[in-house]
């Protein structure tokens, strides 16, 4: 099993940064792609940004130039980098770990991005 939690999220004002952090533990050996969800009022979660074990990264289109996903294999941890923040990127952010057999998530953790 893995186990994933998140740390970082806060409040920001449009334009600001915020740095979100995963921590991984547990089997994290098998862990390919790690990457970030995030979730809005009454909808579905979304990616963000993945990372693979060669250091591939994917973004959605409403992150590409702002955010950064990078990822520390030896301490089992990834980071995401948000600048110049907007209102709508106010959501629940969740770390993600697709595994072969399970998918894991860690709790979450808020951003609230003020105009």
């Known amino acids: 099993q893995v186990q994933l939690v998140e740390s970082g999220g806060g409040l920001a004002q449009a334009g600001g940064s915020l740095t979100l952090s995963c921590a991984a533990s547990g089997k994290t050996r098998s862990i390919v792609t790690i990457g970030w969800y995030r979730q809005h009022v009454r909808n579905d979660r979304d990616l963000v940004a993945t990372?693979?074990?060669?250091?591939?990264?994917d973004y959605a289109d409403s992150v590409k130039g702002r955010f950064t996903i990078s990822r520390d294999n030896a301490k089992n941890t990834v980071t995401l980098q948000m600048n110049n923040l907007k209102p709508e990127d106010t959501a629940v952010y969740y770390c993600n770990a697709p595994m072969c057999d399970h998918e894991y998530w860690g709790q979450g953790t808020q951003v609230t991005v003020s105009s």
């Open positions: 990372i693979d074990s060669a250091g591939l990264t």
